[in-house]
């Protein structure tokens, strides 16, 4: 083990920075004392060198900047001092500062003169480790591995075992840990109020830098960026900040909220470090630094799950091209690219990639490594996963890893660091189960299997207990393992695994074991193990095995107590009882013996949360419990030999003693505000007192005044007690009957000293007890004490906090008092979270002290000893107990659900209850079967009597009272079973109702099969169900087809309506767009110099310019009336336009080019309508064909009706005739039962009794066995059902009808054969003859009649079958059709909301474009009206003119003189105005040309010197002709002012129509744009769509598709299409040949007019190359060159050039005197450098002499051997500083020497300028080099001088 990073001899840096800075820095960096000055503002013209030097750094964030608290800081300084440095200042930290970690790491608290030493427990070794946390191991190179543990950092030395820790700043606890990317440094982010980020070197462990104010709360996450440069920082709640530091000026450059709720991780990107990456719950976020106009700022996107399901994201990566790859709580993974989930990754199979969450992916050399909850690690490959995308609608793709590792079982890992030892990649994994793995990850033949270095428990440790006799302890948690330490060696020394988890612990006293070997131990499902801790060692070694263990563990004992779990374990003070205590409110105690005899359990008032036997100081032997909900209870120790176990081991007689604790908090702290609020009303009259009495004293009288009003008092807080009482956390007995409480909730921050009454109540629940004694504990009001402890000699209380602090207090009369708990040492430990502490317990022999904590962490301390002092201390194992490894393994109990001790004797006991109580009830049967036998034998016996001998049954009835109430019984048993089953009877009527509604009464036909009479032919009917309303309703509507087409029309009208007006709007805008007029030079500023030859030229020069351009103009309207190359004839596009809809070429549906027409589009209305109208149809048709059927079997019924009667008759016929001249009579055809189905439905008395028979036949066996009857009352109490006869009047008349006939046969027999008796007559015998002969014929008539009805019937049944099979076949064609249009519904309902979407885009462009172009037409409209309105001014104004000029009349003398009147200027500021306005105005108008003439004569005539009056009419002037002419140029004004007007109206217009048309063609581009997307989406909806089977069947003589003669296997191939559109085509084709024939004959016409033009526009080119020539020739021989006339004449004079000249003279006047300036300054400076340069040397000539005089003086000093001096020998403190400034003075003189030497070599040139450089970082700093001694030679030759407060 290595001690904590001592103090670094950090002290020459400081001292040497502290002589250059006077004045320490202020705020935040107030303690860095090697930091230097910065100016963060850039150098106006500041007079100081130093300011060119400095550098300006600005950060910004979207949330913070930190220039505003730098603002707030030094406004926070006072008005001097803000004066005094007016500009912002930034500190900059020297790469070689490091802070001083004994001045920064948080030490104990010690309550101040206390007298508690500082050091009374030391740290001596942590057991544990917080696998809870998502990220705990850290790799700093491969011999060193760091983890967090409460409040220090363990560093781990692989190789040696030993720790050495490093403390938390704040003492709040830590959050992260991460290592910088080169592995020099790490961080360490903290937890408390305004917790610090501290970066450490490494090895050296030294702070270097600390960073401050990144979070509030803690730290969660932290992560260098790749070059190491910046740290990112997240926060935890409530601010959830996300920081980026410029750690190493421990400066923050940009912080931003992350999210609003738990954020787990941020990371940089490692191929772009402007990009950053946070997730947590529900979400992850993507950062990037941006730039923007006003700095750099952190602007983050919120990923969108989309159709995914949101989940927690702990592990992702992000790849080199942006994108992100995540885990999911699923086991999948996510591809995220531009914030949106771009496919998720599974298995084959769609199995998850990890069965769990993904807590970790890395890319480590070119391949992503994700690793999972499940304990395995996949590697994939990155291309794949990088290029991955969605191939159909679930958004997943299945992709196998290339590689796999299963760690093992029970694992879960959630993090892994990579380290290289010796070259090879070795990982480190952090197992959320409680170990630390090392991993290989080479996947090759060399591969190492998964090697676990250590094992800890997995989360809290519930309970720890200290061995009575040794240096060992034992620790049990939820992680089912119980584990013993030797704390002297700090090593782990056994393990043993169970079934649950452990809850509480306790070590056997020596009373119990002297070994100190035993352990008791109570598990969560209520099973207490006793097991023995030995030394293998001891054991017999058998041959050829070796005990190389250290300790072992054996079961002894399993019982189970409890039905919950155990959560307290106690051993009575004598060692004869073990009392164990459960959350089932029980306390069970067992006799300690060899078997741990159970004697009894009692039952409590609430769960238990401690036991406590009272101490061997006190006479009884008391048990004291203490409960969760308040309640404590004190019962003595019970006797084995007292109780009862025989039926239960509930303990009832054993005396109890309650206190059920009652909250007094609320009343102390109303009595300590009673007490303040006296307190101060005592002061203030006190005072008052004091005044009056000083005012005596000084001889003033005080008159009486009016008591003053006091202000009213704020009411008391009433008393409060809590609704659930607070829970108590720990307790101890001070006194018989009296014990201390300290409680959590409400009730926290005292100690409670409470005392059992003697009232014994029989409801511990009404009862109110109080403590009688109550201590302050200091600060637990929200930290209360969960566990107390005491040392053996009970001088120190040990108290454990909730946030983790360990607390001790020096108790001096060995009691609690007031006095004695206001002086405490106090230490955080654990975490202060989550870490409170569950166990403190110190050694035997109070050396030590150990805790262990929520966090899963347990350390050791040194109670007031060093380390050294326990070096010769070794832990001794106990030894095994003799015949121990003879002994059979003691049978554990491993099903959690296994009865307990009380269970399985209650169970017992009932078994026992119920075997005597079937004892008795098999007697009784006995009996009963012997007296039914006695009674059989007597009725035997009665029967073999005579009858007059025998008994009757009734005789046998004893009391006939007794049967009577027997039948009473059971007509009360039946109504009782009848109002029982009332709910099952009204039930299944219901059901019944509803088995009608959903299956009967929903049809509207069943199945009816009419079957032929003499063959098997049948019929059967469709069984349809009910349409619904809505379809008869739409009976009504237009059918499917005509609004589909309605609709079709309709839209095709409107599009071609809104085409037209856009191409439409697109003419007019072209045609009204202005054309560019003459481009006019913009004028600058007239020379005053300038001549009136140059003005004459420039007017000369713009009238050929003005010619020029107007023949362009000419030419360019001439080139636009030439059609362009691919010009083509409206006409013929339309033509052509007709041809291609119209010529028959069917594009496949299929094809790429094929776009849907409009009145072909189909939506899901439309599709719905055709469903509908389609199953109408179905039903329809099959309702017909039904009720054709239905009147076949009515028909049938009829003619069975009339064969029946003819069969009668011929009966009756016959009987007439001889035997031997009837012939056969015909069968009577039967209606089959499936003819008539509704008479299923049919039933009567008969049929339900035979249903009933049916049913008792199955009970007849058992009603025997039991003899008695059956069931008589069934039949009459039955309810009878009509019979059909009842039911059905018309078949009993047509059953009496044939009954009548048979009797009237009968009846005529008789008469015949009575007439036969007699001897015939002739006449008889004739008229018998024709009788005979009628008969006979009648006979064969009805049989024929007969056979006639018969063969009809089946002639009909057979015509109808045929045409049903026909409507099968249109009926299962009109299926497929229904099934896929269904399919296409379905298609069409997943597209809709897109397709809605773009059809609604389109229509509101279409609606804004025509909003636009009615805008535009009104605008145009204004236009022409404004125009009309100039164009009449500029009439009115010419109007004036001539006027004027008629009134002047010729050769008046006054003309000009009158002009001038007439012209003359008024207001001229706005005439210039509304010129400069107009001229704007004529750039875009064509029809302004009198204008500039009339403003050049205004012009002209003003450039005049002349002077006149305008308000005096000259002599010999007409009068009114000059009145005249006064009106007359008021009016023009008024034409004028008004013209300007319009004008400006008309250009606003004219900009606002421009805009307006800009606008409208963007809404056109984004309207094309629209409609090719919703065409785009017609095409991709109708693949969709071509993607469903469609069945179509096909007779062979249809099929033309033939290869080689024969009919293929394979139809893919083949084309559906329809007879009529085939003739169609082929017609199309003989067309097509004629019309392509007439096409050529034009054609050939068109192209012999094309060579003709063709050979005129050769001659033409000719002609003009000829005069171009000519041209040339006739330029050459005038000028002897090419010249551009037009360029001549256009560039005639420069203007420019004349401009530039004068500018040139203007330029070197100015330069001229600047230079003079310049010279002047440049001879001061070299005079001020002269001066400088004098008082530096004279300043060095002292300083060499100072240096001479201290060598001279050191000499002397080292001379002196007078031992009085020794404590004067070394170098003192303020020599050493002293050298120190001096020195770094001489090196920056020295600096500043050179420089100057340059800066006058530069001025010494004739041409040299002055360039003086910003001195670099590292001049700023400190020197680390020495300068040597400075002799007057290196003086004279370094000549320093310095320049500190000027230019150059």
Not at 210 to 228: C, V
Not at 658 to 672: A, G, P
Not at 895 to 912: G, L, S
Not at 1436 to 1449: D, M, R
Request: glycine content about 4%; charged content about 30%; proline content about 4%.
């Amino acid at each position: 083990m290595e001690a904590a990073p001592g103090k670094e001899d950090m002290s020459s840096f400081p001292k040497e920075q502290e002589a250059a800075d006077e004045k320490p820095a202020e705020g935040a960096q107030a303690d860095h004392p090697g930091v230097q000055e910065s100016k963060t503002s850039l150098p106006k013209e500041s007079p100081t060198a130093g300011e060119w030097e400095e550098e300006v750094e600005q950060v910004e964030s979207d949330t913070e900047s930190i220039e505003g608290d730098l603002e707030e800081q030094d406004n926070s300084e006072g008005p001097l001092e803000a004066h005094k440095r007016p500009e912002k200042v930034e500190k900059k930290i020297s790469e070689t500062f490091f802070y001083n970690y004994e001045d920064i790491y948080s030490c104990p608290f010690v309550t101040e003169d206390s007298g508690i030493p500082i050091n009374l427990l030391t740290l001596k070794h942590s057991f544990g480790y917080d696998c809870t946390r998502s990220v705990n191991l850290l790799l700093m190179d491969s011999q060193t591995l760091m983890y967090i543990a409460g409040n220090q950092v363990v560093l781990l030395d692989l190789k040696t075992k030993s720790q050495s820790y490093l403390r938390s700043s704040s003492g709040g606890g830590i959050g992260f840990i991460t290592a910088h990317p080169t592995k020099h440094y790490f961080a360490v982010g903290e937890k408390g109020k305004k917790p610090n980020l501290i970066i450490y070197d490494y090895p050296s462990l030294r702070p270097y830098r600390i960073l401050r104010g990144g979070t509030e709360e803690a730290y969660i996450f932290g992560d260098f960026n790749h070059a190491g440069t910046l740290l990112a920082s997240v926060g935890s709640s409530p601010d959830y900040m996300l920081t980026i530091w410029d750690w190493k000026q421990e400066k923050v450059m940009l912080r931003s909220k992350a999210f609003s709720q738990d954020v787990y991780k941020v990371t940089f990107s490692a191929d772009n470090e402007e990009q950053l990456t946070t997730s947590g719950a529900g979400h992850i976020k993507f950062w990037k630094m941006a730039l923007t106009f006003t700095g750099l700022k952190l602007q983050g996107a919120l990923g969108r799950f989309g159709k995914t399901a949101v989940t927690d994201i702990t592990g992702y990566v992000e790849l080199p091209d942006g994108k992100v790859i995540s885990g999911t709580e699923w086991g999948n993974l996510l591809l995220w690219e531009g914030g949106l989930i771009k496919v998720e990754l599974c298995r084959a199979g769609h199995k998850p990639c990890h069965s769990g969450p993904i807590s970790q992916l890395v890319l480590d050399e070119g391949e992503l490594v994700t690793v999972g909850r499940d304990g395995f690690i996949r590697v994939w490959n990155f291309e794949t996963i990088d290029a991955a995308d969605s191939v159909d609608d679930t958004g997943l793709l299945e992709v196998e890893p290339m590689n796999e590792l299963h760690v093992g079982r029970n694992v879960s890992l959630s993090f892994m660091s990579k380290v290289h030892d010796c070259g090879q990649p070795i990982w480190y994994a952090q197992d959320n189960n409680g170990a630390i793995w090392k991993l290989d990850l080479t996947f090759s033949n060399m591969t190492r299997d998964p090697e676990c270095l250590y094992t800890f428990h997995s989360g809290r440790i519930e309970a720890m207990s200290v061995s009575p006799v040794t240096y060992l302890m034992a620790t049990t948690a939820l992680d089912r393992s119980v584990r013993i330490y030797d704390f002297i060696s700090n090593s782990q020394l056994s393990e043993m695994k169970f079934k649950q988890g452990g809850t509480a612990l306790m070590w056997a006293p020596r009373v119990v074991n002297p070994k100190g070997g035993l352990i008791a131990v109570g598990f969560e499902d209520g099973v207490v193990r006793i097991i023995e801790v030995y030394d293998p060692k001891g054991l017999p070694v058998l041959a050829g095995q070796t005990n190389t263990e250290n300790a072992e563990i054996n079961l002894k004992h399993v019982f189970k107590p409890h039905a919950t779990a155990v959560t307290a374990l106690a051993y009575e003070r004598n060692g004869d009882v073990l009392a164990t205590g459960s959350k089932d409110k029980t306390v069970f105690f067992f006799a300690v013996e060899d078997e741990y005899r159970p004697i009894g359990f009692i039952c409590v008032p609430g769960p238990v949360q401690a036991l406590q036997w009272s101490p061997p100081s006190h006479v009884k032997s008391m048990l004291l419990i203490l409960c969760e909900n308040g309640f404590a209870l004190q019962v003595p120790a019970p006797l084995p030999e007292e109780q009862d176990t025989v039926s239960t081991y509930q303990i009832k007689n054993l005396p109890m003693q309650y206190f059920h604790f009652y909250s007094v908090k609320s009343r102390i702290k109303l009595e300590e505000e009673i007490a303040l609020r006296e307190k101060k009303k005592h002061e203030k009259e006190k005072a008052k007192l004091e005044w009056i009495k000083q005012q005596q004293e000084m001889g003033k009288e005080i008159e009486e005044e009016e008591p003053e009003e006091e202000p009213e008092e704020e009411p008391l807080p009433p008393l409060y007690i809590p609704e659930e009482p607070s829970p108590i956390l720990c307790g101890f007995y001070s006194a018989p009957g009296k014990f201390w409480l300290s409680l959590g909730g409400y009730d926290s921050g005292f100690l409670y000293h409470c005392e059992f009454s003697s009232n014994h109540q029989d409801d511990p629940e009404n009862r109110q007890d109080e403590p009688f004694e109550v201590i302050a504990i200091e600060d637990t009001d929200n930290n209360p004490i969960h566990q107390i402890s005491f040392c053996t000699s009970r001088l120190l209380m040990f108290c454990g906090m909730q946030n983790g602090a360990l607390r001790v207090y020096p108790l001096q009369d060995k009691d609690l008092s007031v006095n004695t708990l206001k002086e405490y040492w106090s230490f955080n430990v654990h975490d202060n979270d989550y870490g409170q502490i569950q166990g403190i317990c110190s050694s035997y022999d109070d050396r030590f002290l150990i805790t262990c904590g929520g966090d899963g962490n347990i350390f050791t301390f040194n109670i007031l000893s060093p380390e050294d002092v326990h070096k010769e201390l070794k832990a001794k194992i106990p030894s095994p107990r003799s015949g121990l490894e003879k002994e059979k393994a003691a049978e554990d109990i491993e099903d959690p659900n296994a009865y307990n001790i009380e269970e399985v004797k209650q169970r017992k006991e009932y078994e026992r209850i119920m075997k005597e109580a079937e004892e008795k009830k098999n007697k009784k049967r006995e009996q009963l079967i012997a007296l039914r036998h006695e009674f059989l034998f007597l009725l035997q016996k009665n029967q073999e009597l005579p009858k007059h001998m025998q008994l009757h049954r009734e005789q046998y009835e004893m009391d006939h009272r007794i049967f009577e109430e027997l039948d009473r019984q059971t007509a009360q048993r039946i109504q009782l079973v009848q109002k029982e089953l009332a709910w099952e009877h009204e039930k299944h009527l219901i059901g019944l109702q509803k088995l009608r509604n959903q299956f009967r009464d929903s049809l509207e036909f069943d199945t009816v099969v009419v079957h032929a009479i003499q063959s098997n032919h049948q019929i059967s009917t469709y069984r349809l169900l009910a349409m619904s309303e809505k379809y008869y309703q739409d009976k009504e509507r237009p059918s499917w087809k005509k609004t589909v087409l309605k609709q079709a029309w309709k839209q095709a009208e409107e599009r071609e309506t809104v085409t037209e007006t856009r191409h439409a709007s697109i003419f007019e805008g072209e045609a009204e767009k202005p054309k560019t007029s003459e481009v006019r030079k913009p004028t600058t500023r007239y020379i005053e110099s300038k001549h009136e030859q140059i003005r004459r030229i420039v007017e000369k020069s713009d009238k050929v310019k003005a010619k020029i351009m107007k023949r362009k103009a000419e030419w360019d309207e001439l080139y636009k009336s030439k059609p362009s190359d691919d010009y083509e004839n409206p006409k013929d596009v339309e033509a052509i336009k007709e041809a291609q809809e119209n010529m028959g070429c069917y594009k496949l549906k299929t094809a790429t080019n094929y776009r849907v027409p409009e009145h072909k589009h189909m939506n899901t209305e439309k599709k719905v309508m055709q469903l509908k109208s389609l199953e109408l149809l179905i039903h329809r048709r099959k309702v017909n064909m039904n009720k054709e059927i239905m009147s076949l079997r009515d028909l049938k019924v009829s003619i069975i009706d009339e064969i029946k009667r003819l069969v009668q008759e011929l009966k009756s016929i016959q009987g007439a005739l001889d035997l031997s001249e009837c012939l056969p009579l015909p069968l009577i055809p039967q209606l089959h039962p499936d003819e008539v189905p509704e008479k299923k439905f049919e039933y009567d008395s008969d049929i339900l009794l035979k249903f009933k028979e049916e049913q008792e036949a199955k009970a007849k066996l058992q009603e025997q066995l039991e003899g008695s009857p059956s069931s008589r009352a069934f039949r009459h109490g039955f309810l009878r059902a009509p019979s059909i006869k009842e039911i059905d009047p018309m078949a009993q008349a047509a059953g009496a009808h044939p009954m009548k006939t048979a009797s009237s046969v009968v009846t005529e027999q008789r008469k015949v054969s009575e007439i036969e008796k007699a001897e015939p007559t002739e006449m008889e015998l004739e008229i018998l003859m024709r009788e005979k002969i009628k008969n006979l014929y009648l006979q064969e008539t009805l049989i024929k009649k007969i056979n006639a009805l018969v063969t009809n019937f089946d002639a009909e049944l057979r015509f109808l079958r045929h045409k049903k099979l026909k409507l099968d076949v249109q009926m299962k064609s009109a299926d497929l059709r229904y099934i896929t249009w269904y399919e296409e519904l379905l298609i069409l309902k997943n597209l809709e909301k897109h397709e809605n979407l773009l059809q609604g885009h389109v229509n509101t462009l279409i609606r804004e474009q025509e909003a636009m172009q009615s805008k535009l037409n009104s605008y145009l409209a204004q236009m022409e009206d404004r125009k009309c309105e100039i164009v009449k001014l500029q009439e009115c104004e010419k109007a004036l003119y001539a006027n004027f000029q008629a009134s002047l009349g010729e050769n008046n003398e006054f003309a000009h003189f009158l002009t001038k009147v007439l012209k003359k200027k008024i207001k001229c500021m706005e005439k210039k105005e509304v010129r400069r306005e107009a001229d704007e105005e004529d750039e875009n108008e064509e029809e302004n040309d009198e204008e500039p003439t009339l403003g050049t004569d205004e012009e002209n005539s003003g450039s005049e010197d002349e002077v006149f009056d305008d308000s005096v009419c000259p002599k010999n002037c007409n009068e009114a002709l000059f009145r005249n002419t006064i009106q007359l140029r008021q009016k023009r004004l008024d034409i004028e002012k008004a013209l300007t007007e319009e004008k400006k109206v008309a250009a606003n217009l004219r900009k606002k129509y421009n805009a307006l048309a800009k606008k409208a063609k963007v809404v056109e581009t984004s309207l094309d744009t629209a409609d090719r997307e919703l065409k785009t989406f017609q095409w991709e909806k109708q693949q969709r769509l071509n993607e469903l089977y469609v069945v179509v069947p096909l007779k062979l003589h249809q099929v033309e598709y033939l290869v080689n003669g024969e009919m293929p296997s394979d139809f893919s191939q083949a084309l559906v299409f329809t007879n009529q559109s085939l003739g169609y085509l082929q017609k199309r084709i003989v067309d097509l040949h004629n019309e392509k024939r007439m096409q050529r004959e034009i054609y050939k016409k068109a192209q012999e007019q094309h060579k003709q033009l063709v050979q005129d526009k050769k001659e033409m080119e000719i002609k003009i190359r000829q005069l171009e020539e000519k041209c040339n020739h006739l330029m050459m021989k005038k000028f002897g060159r090419l010249v551009d006339f037009e360029a001549v004449q256009a560039h005639s004079v420069n203007i420019r050039m004349e401009e530039l000249e004068v500018q040139i003279m203007e330029k070197e006047y100015v330069h001229s005197q600047e230079l003079k300036e310049w010279e002047e300054r440049i001879l001061d400076l070299q005079q001020q450098l002269m001066k400088l340069t004098k008082e530096n040397t004279s300043k060095l000539q002292q300083l060499n002499q100072f240096c001479r005089e201290k060598q001279q003086l050191e000499t002397k000093l080292a001379s002196l051997k007078n031992d009085l001096g020794v404590e004067f020998q070394g170098t003192r403190t303020t020599d050493i500083k002293e050298k120190a400034r001096l020195e770094s003075q001489l090196k920056h003189t020295a600096r500043d020497t050179a420089l100057l030497r340059e800066e006058v070599n530069l001025l010494s040139r004739k041409d040299g300028c002055l360039f003086l450089q910003p001195s670099s970082r590292q001049d700023s700093q400190t020197p680390t080099e020495s300068l040597p001694v400075l002799t007057p030679e290196t003086v004279t030759n370094n000549s320093p001088v310095s320049l500190k407060n000027g230019h150059g």
